[in-house]
């Protein structure tokens, strides 16, 4: 009662926000509690009833906004430059064509609100191994689950050798780009370096480039899990739900030692995916069942708004028939 009036402050802006999204409250599939005051059951059980979902507690309220904190303080001072150090080849070596080459990205991070978008001139797999050509940054991404938001960064190179790149978020339509001229190009001697030591390195860049997708994957399937469990809890036996917490916070932990490899983490997925196993069939079972029952009522609709209808053929000249009718 003593924070009641707080609360319903919040409803307002709340309510602005979908009006400045252009989005309907049906629309929105997760609301995540961010914040030490949202452990109040009050402010989850006002949430409930204004958006109809129940919020995602798979977060620390406090820890998720000191991290976000730190990361973007990083970011301003220049000491958060890469999130990831992997890098993906838009323009392969001696490549030309008058064409623009496109690929999509996405977020790392739950409700990130800005992408970095950093060109290299290279032939490695780690981007600190690679000569930076410029940066720049897409902000204003909408909050959203990691790798839900949709990056287009296209690369356009001109007979010139001048790039131009621009990336743009399919979600809201605001684009950033830059041009690289030729002024920031490597001399022929360094190029021939970076191409000689991109053999040299190159399965131990593989194995670099199969770790981070791996660690990717992981993070990928905690959070599948989480999101399941908490939407589908009535599925779950007490022993599962230990099992499970036990095995996810194993991954958790695997993904955090400095000693972590491709096969120990791949090993605790594994881990996971066993202790999941039952859960994951029932979740089917209950799905099927839903969609018998959907395909049951289906059959039983009222037949009267199910007209017969008749085909008459028409002749190649539609002319009328022998007995003066239109055919």
Do not use: C, W
């Not at 406090?62 to 970011?75: F, K, L, R, T």
């Not at 001109?158 to 790039?163: E, Q, R, T």
């Not at 908490?230 to 036996?237: H, P, Q």
């Amino acid at each position: 009662r003593m924070t009641a009036k707080l609360l319903n402050r919040t409803k307002a802006p709340f309510e602005q926000v979908i009006k400045d999204a252009g989005i309907k409250m049906s629309e929105i599939d997760h609301v995540i509690l961010v914040g030490g005051s949202t452990r109040m059951p009050a402010v989850a059980d006002m949430v409930k009833k204004t958006t109809g979902k129940v919020p995602h507690k798979g977060v620390n309220p406090d820890e998720v906004v000191a991290s976000g904190a730190a990361i973007q303080a990083g970011v301003l001072r220049g000491d958060v430059t890469d999130m990831n150090n992997m890098t993906n080849h838009m323009i392969e070596l001696n490549f030309f064509n008058d064409t623009a080459t496109t690929e999509i990205y996405t977020t790392a991070v739950a409700n990130q609100p800005e992408v970095e978008i950093n060109v290299l001139q290279g032939e490695r797999a780690s981007a600190s191994d690679n000569k930076s050509l410029g940066k720049f940054r897409l902000t204003g991404i909408p909050p959203a689950p990691a790798r839900i938001p949709q990056i287009e960064v296209t690369f356009d190179i001109d007979a010139n050798g001048i790039v131009a790149v621009s990336a743009k978020d399919m979600g809201t339509g605001r684009e950033q780009a830059m041009t690289i001229t030729g002024g920031t190009a490597l001399a022929k001697d360094e190029i021939d370096d970076m191409i000689a030591n991109a053999e040299k390195y190159a399965a131990e860049d593989a194995e670099k480039r199969e770790f981070a997708e791996t660690k990717g994957q992981a993070d990928q399937l905690l959070y599948q899990i989480e999101t399941l469990q908490s939407e589908n809890e009535e599925l779950l036996t007490d022993d599962e739900k230990t099992t499970i917490a036990a095995a996810a916070d194993a991954l958790s932990d695997e993904l955090k030692e400095e000693e972590a490899t491709n096969e120990s983490v791949r090993a605790k997925m594994d881990e996971l995916i066993t202790a999941s196993q039952g859960f994951s069939e029932r979740l089917y079972a209950q799905a099927q069942e839903e969609a018998a029952e959907a395909a049951e009522a289906g059959e039983g609709d009222d037949d009267e708004s199910i007209m017969d209808a008749e085909v008459i053929e028409e002749d190649e000249a539609g002319e009328e028939d022998e007995d003066g009718e239109d055919a």
